[in-house]
């Protein structure tokens, strides 16, 4: 098999991996990326989901037995990004494992003010709307 006929082969298990891990996985926007890293680092996709609220959208990711030191988030323009690095060990053999997932967030979000709390495992992020966007126009 040659290699770009290897390379089709990983990238058709990557993507029935991900249909398969991700079910209720939903987007801000027309752009959703993982990060995949072949060689010494793994990556794992964590069960995560959207909600959308009245005030705006909730992002749940669940990271179990990992430290707030282990994760990252940022806001960076219109991109929502989440990521976080473990260790594991299968055997005697020990794995680094990264996790990195991003959103586009909608214009009508407010930036400033993205919040995050990572409890019991569960990363929780929230993306408030802007107050002002939502009015009623009177008509004269």
């Given at each position: 098999?040659?290699?770009?006929?290897?390379?089709?082969?990983?990238?058709?298990?990557?993507?029935?991996?991900?249909?398969?891990?991700?079910?209720?996985?939903?987007?801000?926007?027309?752009?959703?990326?993982?990060?995949?890293?072949i060689?010494?680092?793994?990556?794992?996709?964590?069960?995560?989901?959207?909600?959308?609220?009245?005030?705006?959208?909730?992002?749940v990711?669940?990271?179990?037995g990992?430290?707030?030191?282990?994760?990252?988030?940022?806001?960076?323009?219109?991109?929502?990004?989440?990521?976080?690095?473990?260790?594991?060990?299968?055997?005697?053999?020990?794995?680094?494992?990264?996790?990195?997932?991003?959103?586009?967030?909608?214009?009508?979000?407010?930036?400033?003010?993205?919040?995050?709390?990572?409890?019991?495992?569960?990363?929780?992020?929230?993306?408030?709307?802007?107050?002002?966007?939502?009015?009623?126009?009177?008509?004269?």
């Amino acid at each position: 098999m040659s290699v770009l006929g290897i390379l089709k082969s990983y990238d058709m298990i990557d993507n029935m991996r991900n249909m398969i891990e991700t079910p209720n996985h939903y987007n801000f926007g027309p752009s959703t990326t993982y990060t995949t890293t072949i060689g010494t680092t793994n990556t794992w996709l964590p069960y995560s989901r959207v909600n959308k609220n009245n005030e705006g959208y909730e992002v749940v990711v669940e990271l179990p037995g990992l430290s707030r030191s282990d994760i990252d988030v940022n806001v960076i323009g219109k991109t929502l990004t989440i990521s976080a690095n473990r260790e594991t060990k299968y055997g005697k053999n020990q794995y680094k494992e990264e996790y990195k997932n991003s959103w586009a967030l909608p214009d009508h979000s407010s930036f400033d003010s993205v919040n995050a709390r990572y409890e019991a495992g569960i990363l929780t992020v929230n993306v408030p709307l802007k107050k002002e966007y939502t009015r009623k126009i009177e008509i004269e």
